[in-house]
T-cell receptor
Framework: AQTVTQSQPEMSVQEAETVTLSCTYD???????LFWYKQPPSRQMILVIR??????QNATENRFSVNFQKAAKSFSLKISDSQLGDAAMYFC??????????FGAGTILRVKS | GAVVSQHPSWVICKSGTSVKIECRSL??????MFWYRQFPKQSLMLMAT?????????EQGVEKDKFLINHASLTLSTLTVTSAHPEDSSFYIC????????????FGPGTRLTVT
């Protein structure tokens, strides 16, 4: 079975600085999708960014970018120019051949002003 | 992305009663919806996959007789917590998967259930 590991329970970043959230996964599948979701205090899950495993190019969405290392099964999220609104719980998620999402335990990101 | 609604956003019920939570896909027809449960500061736990016109598929350890799922139409799935107990108190979230082949899931705003 696939597993997703987020080894950082909590992270802090100063406003306007850059922070990287770590995620590793374990799978024997060759084709899959990876996602980062954000859950702010409202608890509404928001898709931040997605990556197809067959694409070598790292996905970017404005201030958010990923470092996808397929061989190492690593999928980290970099947030540049951090803003107070970025404070949230961030979940890394995997979708393989089935249609289920497998989530990591989450990382709480705190942004200091 | 898809717009997903849930109703109610929060509910308080007495132990032993049943409560129904609705999940609607507002802007496209969803043959598959997912139900999750989340405890505070924890990750989402998939409870079941709701399939339109057929029985739901439950994850291991989830009591299907306690958490009844009905996917009656392409835009509506319901989760009924039967004979609720305080330990059923939790945050319940539904989601739909994008049909554009992007394999993203879009989530409802969640329902906070408190059983007294």
């Amino acid at each position: 079975a696939q597993t997703v590991t987020q080894s950082q329970p909590e992270m802090s970043v100063q406003e306007a600085e850059t922070v990287t959230l770590s995620c590793t996964y374990d799978t024997s599948e060759s084709d899959y999708y990876l996602f980062w979701y954000k859950q702010p205090p409202s608890r509404q899950m928001i898709l931040v960014i997605r990556q197809e495993a067959y694409k070598q190019q790292n996905a970017t969405e404005n201030r958010f970018s990923v470092n996808f290392q397929k061989a190492a099964k690593s999928f980290s999220l970099k947030i540049s120019d951090s803003q107070l609104g970025d404070a949230a719980m961030y979940f890394c998620a995997y979708r393989g051949y089935g249609n289920k999402l497998v989530f990591g335990a989450g990382t709480i990101l705190r942004v200091k002003s | 992305g898809a717009v997903v609604s849930q109703h109610p956003s929060w509910v308080i019920c007495k132990s032993g009663t049943s409560v129904k939570i609705e999940c609607r896909s507002l802007d496209f027809q969803a043959t598959t919806m997912f139900w999750y449960r989340q405890f505070p500061k924890q990750s989402l736990m998939l409870m079941a996959t709701s399939n339109e016109g057929s029985k739901a598929t439950y994850e291991q350890g989830v009591e299907k007789d306690k958490f009844l799922i009905n996917h009656a139409s392409l835009t509506l799935s319901t989760l009924t917590v039967t004979s609720a107990h305080p330990e059923d108190s939790s945050f319940y979230i539904c989601s739909v998967e994008s049909r554009e082949g992007r394999h993203e899931q879009y989530f409802g705003p969640g329902t906070r259930l408190t059983v007294t």
